[in-house]
């Protein structure tokens, strides 16, 4: 069983930064893509970016420009910087770690909140 080790969140002003890291021990990182997802009060959760292995890269509409996803494939770890942040980004965040055909699964993390205040 893979568990996701997330990061703290926190509570920022708007305007402000916070990186997000995601660790996956135990599994072969090249074989995953990696991304986060987020859920606000009372909405569904939603897609906020993802990265394959490869370094390819997908945003949601409302965070392009804003934040960017990265991996470290060396410490099977990925990143969320998130730049410029609104209050409408406030949410709990979670890791996914989709194995994809090779393992068949997808993993989350406990998920972490992050609060922008304006």
């Known amino acids: 069983q893979v568990q996701l080790v997330e990061s703290r969140g926190g509570s920022v002003q708007a305007g402000g930064s916070l990186t997000l890291s995601c660790e996956a021990p135990?599994?072969?990182?090249?074989?995953?893509?990696m991304g986060w997802y987020r859920q606000a009060p009372g909405k569904q959760r939603e897609l906020v970016a993802t990265v394959t292995n490869g370094g390819s890269t997908n945003y949601a509409d409302h965070v392009k420009g804003r934040f960017t996803i990265s991996r470290d494939n060396a410490k099977n770890t990925a990143y969320l910087q998130m730049n410029s942040l609104k209050p409408e980004d406030t949410a709990v965040y979670y890791c996914?770690?989709?194995?994809?055909?090779?393992?068949?699964?997808?993993?989350w993390g406990k998920g972490t909140l992050v609060t922008v205040s304006s």
């Open positions: 135990d599994i072969i990182f090249s074989e995953i893509v």
């Open positions: 996914n770690a989709d194995g994809g055909s090779y393992y068949g699964i997808v993993w």
